[in-house]
Every structure is written in C-alpha cells, then in structure tokens.
C-alpha cells in the first residue's frame, strides 16, 4: 500500500536535484507540478499546456495530489535531464527556448514541438521544415502604418538573399518593402498589439527604427514564422561573422527590450512643452528609441547611451528650473551633448526606468557600439511634417557638429 508522506517526500527530495529543480520547459525555478508519463518537472504554468495533451501527458502536483508507489519509481528512472536529453537531442541554435517571463503562445508551442510532434528527437528532419528549409512564405495580419486596421498581406522569407519581402496582395510579384536580415529584429508583444500572438518586426529605414506589426491566427504558424526569422537571421550572422561560434551568435539572432512603455519629454531647452512618448530601451544596441505611440510604425528619435566613462549617467528628478509636465516622477538623463529630462506617471515606472538605464550605462561598450554612438548622435532622425514642429539645435563638440532635434 502506497504511503503519500513517504512518497511525497520522495518527490520533495527529487525536484531539489541539480537537474530538476527548474522548469524542464521553461526554466522557472522550483517546480511543484510534474509529468508522470514524460517524468518531468514543471511549473504551473508549463503544466496547463501538458494537460491539453492528455495522450501525451499526464500532470500532478507533487505535494498536493495523491502518488502511486509505480509512478514514484517511474519519477526515479526518468528526471528533466533524462528526457530533455531525449526530446531536446536535435534542438537546432536558432530556435527560441522559451524562459519563465516569455508569453504564452512560445512557451505553449515549445512544449507541442517537444512533446507532441516530436520536432527534436531526431526521428525525422521533415518536422522542421516549416522554418529550417531557408526558405518561408505565409500570410500574416499586418496592421497598416497610419491606421489601427489589419490587412493580410503575404510575407516571403529568403536565406538565398538574406530578405524578408511582404506584399499588398497575394498575387503581386512586386513587394511593397524589402527588408534586409542585417538589422531585422522579431519579439512577440501580444500585449501591445492585443493579439495572442502578436508579432513585432523592426529594421532600420534610412537609419531610423520602422515597426511591423503582424499575427496569424494559428499559433504553431506564428512560432513557425518567428523561428524562420531566426534561422535566416543565424545564416546571416555566420556568413559576416565566418570565425565566431554558434554560441556567441545566438543572443545576437533577435533581442527582446530591457524596457519600454510611456514617458513625457521635453526639448534640449527643457522650456518646450512635455509630450507624451512610447519609449523603448534596448541593451544590445544601447539605443533608447521613442515613438509617438506603442503601435507607431516610424521612429521618432533615438538616443545612444553609452558608459559613465563616456558622460553617461541617470539620477532620480529633473533640474531646478526645469518646466513641468502632467506627470510628476521626473527621469534626468545624463549624455555628453545634452541633458534629458523624463516624467513617468507612477513612481514604480520611474524606478524601473532609472535601473534598466543604469543597466546599460554598467555594461562596457563593444566596437560596434562606437559607430552607432556616431550614427545615432549624428544623423537626425525625425521626419518633418507640417503637422509637426521640429527645433534643430546645433552644437559644436570635439570640431564635430551635432544635431539636437525636439519634436
């Protein structure tokens, strides 16, 4: 006869393991749930999607339900090691391993890759396809630059030339953009677009941030489309970067914001009125981006922000003197050609934005973070409409002349 407390003591004892004491899909730390028909270990919210897989899966929880002597040994041969051993064996560099933080639509698919359709066993390349061939077209959902209505368009991805084309109709053999993988970025914002599976696309046009906004109804097509992104921008990062190794490679693939959300700003006199902004802080690049909006297609302006060894700091509050805005938890930011004044509307988004700049002000530059200081610091980067009042300051730092725009 089984003994719950010796049995769930046993559970206990084995989710402390190295190897299990983290999420075998996610990675989130101290699992209280596990699979006794996989022998895994996962967290709460892994394990909804293994109970949408009842002939694959079978969950419980490992202190509250009830355990069978049988299933407890079965728990003791297998482990999270074991069997991502097995179902992780073919994983390919590229494709994104959901973490604990990531939305719902990556962390679900990953879990029916690896599971359900078996995608990394091994068994047989023909399960991955869909964003291994170098090759993937699809219509997605795009919303339209100036307006909140979404429109299929056909999307046509090629590792040959290292391009992503979309078209305004699925005949058109002329695409209406065509966009390089050198600068090409892709994360999920389901929340930003309200979509499930919401996904924002982003390059440079004319050195400036241009978003595309997209989803597909299905989710698996959607993870499928994210991860060709990936694969064609991989094959492009080992083609200019012949020596590096995969793994040094991959955090480049696709980055995901430290932080973003709204702020109001000011001008360089700190006299113009504030305006409320959609801001997005990047750590790889060091490049603070805003927006008029979170849905916005074009980028408004953009600072680079390099170390405290370069002029670069943060402080809580704005300067004496400085005008007021309608929000009152002010942000000073510190850069060699010019101080930046930030109000938040609560005191948390004020901290947050104070530790996500500290944080990249901490990391050293890298070489290619010197051109994008030039880049950025030197090439104006607001388009002027006559709807649109634009303040062009120019100062003269190091025999260098520098543009300093207010919209």
């Known amino acids: 006869m089984a003994s719950p407390e010796r049995n769930k003591k046993i559970l206990l004892e084995m989710v402390k393991q190295p190897s299990n004491d983290h999420c075998a899909d996610c990675g989130a730390p101290e699992p209280d749930w596990a699979s006794y028909k ?29 355990w069978d002597d049988s299933l407890v040994e079965f728990m003791k041969t297998r482990g999270n090691a074991a069997a991502n051993a097995f179902y992780e064996k073919c994983v390919p560099p590229f494709y994104y391993r959901p973490q604990e933080k990531d939305c719902v639509v990556l962390k679900d698919q990953w879990i029916r890759a690896k599971y ?74 389901p929340e930003k677009i309200g979509h499930a599976h919401g996904l924002q696309i982003s390059y440079l046009e004319e050195e400036r941030t241009r978003n595309l906004f997209v989803y ?74 805003y927006f008029k909006s979170s849905l916005d297609a074009l980028e408004l302006g953009a600072v680079f922000i390099g170390t405290e060894g370069h002029g670069y700091s943060v402080r809580e509050g704005q300067p004496k003197g400085s005008r007021s805005g309608r929000w009152r938890f002010g942000v000073t930011l510190e850069t060699p050609d ?17 530790e996500a700049f500290k944080l990249v002000i901490s990391q050293p530059m890298l070489p290619q973070h010197y051109n994008s200081m030039k880049t950025i610091h030197c090439s104006p980067c607001l388009q002027y409409t006559s709807s649109m009042r634009l ?15 207010s919209s």
């Open 216 to 289: 597909h109804d299905n989710s698996q097509e959607i993870v499928s489309c994210f991860n060709a992104i990936r694969a064609t921008r991989f094959a492009y990062l080992k083609k200019v970067n012949p020596n590096a190794r995969d793994i040094d490679l991959v955090p480049l693939i696709t980055r995901s914001s430290i932080k973003e959300g709204y702020m109001e700003k000011t001008g360089p006199t700190q006299w113009e009125p504030f305006k409320k902004r959609w801001f997005i802080l990047n750590l790889t690049d060091r490049k603070l981006s």
């Open 116 to 189: 359900e359709r078996r995608e990394f066993t091994g068994e047989s390349n023909s399960l991955q396809q869909g964003y291994s061939s170098g090759l993937y077209e699809g219509i997605l959902w795009k919303k339209g630059k100036d307006n909140k209505q979404f429109l299929k368009r056909r999307f046509l991805l090629s590792e040959t030339d290292f391009t992503l084309r979309y078209f305004t109709k699925e005949d058109s053999k002329k695409p209406k953009a065509v966009i390089s993988m050198k600068d090409l970025n892709a994360v999920f914002q």
């Open 338 to 354: 010019r101080q930046f004044v930030f109000l938040c509307d609560q005191e948390q988004d004020q901290r947050e934005w104070i």
């Open 38 to 66: 996989l022998g895994v270990f996962v967290c709460v919210n892994c394990s909804g999607t293994h109970r949408d897989l009842p002939a694959i899966s079978r969950i419980k929880s490992i202190r509250l339900d009830f």
């Open 391 to 405: 303040t062009i300051i120019v100062k003269v730092v190091n025999d260098r002349k520098l543009y300093l725009l």
